[in-house]
């Protein structure tokens, strides 16, 4: 098998939570051109539609409606593309939220919303999808961390965001160490700031922000949606066959300063 045919994802199933838009979408772009039939999964059943529209014809595409927070959502959602799409073989766990403020102000309510978002729906996903890897024995999940799990990134106050995503890390290599001799890796992702419509927003709100992050980047620069593309399918192909276990960052060296 050559180097390119080890990156190919002709026959396969993916499953991509929070794919609808930003980082997921790009991500499940890069699967769609590598020949994976995905499912884009989202909360937002109508901007998923949008999103598998547009992706429909690099290979199959689907939407399907999920809250990640809620078991019998992710269950149903598991039958779904499974029945439509075939067993899963690649599952993303992008899904995400942040609520920044600072900890003495926190609620317990918004702490427990993005840990529930966050750490509860990854392993969630994990669970249901995992179970058919499991017994297949064969399959990759690529959980969504953030460099923000292991460094406490500034201006922004977000004690919650940080803590969920060094847990996914640790539920990354958990996961990996328990399912490896069954033929399922599990690895994750740990992007930097990546410029996608909901950082401009931000951005828009607190141009201040910008110049902080960029001053603490050595690249220079925040980071393009599209350049996931590349990491997702080599953690999702045969090009990585040896490696579970691992959280890759992507950060622009922010967290090598």
Request: aromatic share 4%.
């Amino acid at each position: 098998m050559s180097v390119l045919e080890r990156f190919s994802l002709e026959g396969e199933t993916a499953i991509v939570t929070g794919g609808a838009q930003g980082l997921g979408k790009e991500m499940a772009t890069g699967l769609a051109e590598m020949g994976a039939d995905v499912a884009i999964a989202d909360m937002n059943a109508s901007k998923a539609s949008e999103t598998a529209d547009a992706l429909d014809g690099e290979a199959e595409a689907i939407a399907v409606e999920v809250d990640v927070t809620d078991e019998p959502s992710v269950e149903a959602m598991v039958e779904h593309v499974t029945d439509r799409l075939g067993p899963v073989d690649v599952l993303v766990n992008n899904a995400g939220i942040v609520e920044n403020s600072p900890a003495e102000e926190t609620s317990l309510d918004s702490w427990q919303r993005v840990l529930a978002v966050n750490l509860d729906g990854v392993f969630l996903c994990a669970k249901h999808v995992g179970k058919q890897m499991l017994e297949r024995r064969g399959g990759r999940i690529i959980n969504v961390s953030s460099m923000s799990g292991f460094d406490v990134n500034v201006p922004q106050k977000q004690a919650s965001y940080n803590t969920t995503k060094a847990g996914v890390s640790m539920l990354t290599s958990s996961l990996a160490v328990e399912w490896a001799d069954r033929g399922v890796r599990v690895n994750a992702i740990a992007p930097g700031y990546m410029r996608t419509e909901l950082v401009d927003e931000v951005l828009e709100e607190n141009p201040e922000m910008e110049k902080s992050w960029l001053q603490n980047t050595p690249i220079g620069r925040l980071g393009r949606p599209d350049e996931l593309r590349e990491l997702v399918v080599y953690l999702a192909s045969e090009a990585s066959s040896y490696m579970t276990g691992s959280t890759v960052v992507m950060d622009g060296g922010y967290t090598s300063r």
